[in-house]
């Protein structure tokens, strides 16, 4: 019952750029506000960005101005454009719905940002 498949993620050097890819089954994305989650080891899960079906978006403060996050409703994906990544970037990237996570949280995609 994989729902969400989380991928595009790897090392780069710091001032580096990835683009994550989260490929949702069925109509998740055109019927649920998304988001992208992180979790670095030791801390809690924490909210990096999130869509409405409207498109409207919002990010926490740590990455504003840096990640870009956008859905393709026709292609069942969310993205996560991140730029001018830090070390402190570093993290296990999830995308799930919001507010209410739509099932068990995946395998994620690892994010490591190298000084």
């Known amino acids: 019952q994989v729902q969400l498949v989380e991928s595009g993620g790897g090392l780069v050097q710091a001032g580096g750029s990835l683009r994550l890819s989260c490929v949702a089954s069925?109509?998740?994305?055109?019927?649920?506000?998304m988001a992208w989650y992180r979790q670095a080891p030791g801390k809690q899960r924490e909210l990096v960005a999130r869509?409405?079906?409207?498109?409207?978006?919002t990010y926490g403060d740590s990455v504003k101005g840096r990640f870009t996050i956008s859905r393709d409703n026709a292609k069942s994906t969310v993205y996560l454009q991140m730029n001018s990544l830090k070390t402190e970037d570093t993290a296990v990237y999830y995308c799930n719905t919001y507010p209410n996570p739509y099932g068990p949280w995946g395998q994620g995609t690892q994010v490591t940002v190298s000084s």
């Open positions: 869509i409405r079906s409207s498109g409207s978006t």
């Open positions: 069925g109509n998740i994305l055109s019927i649920n506000a």
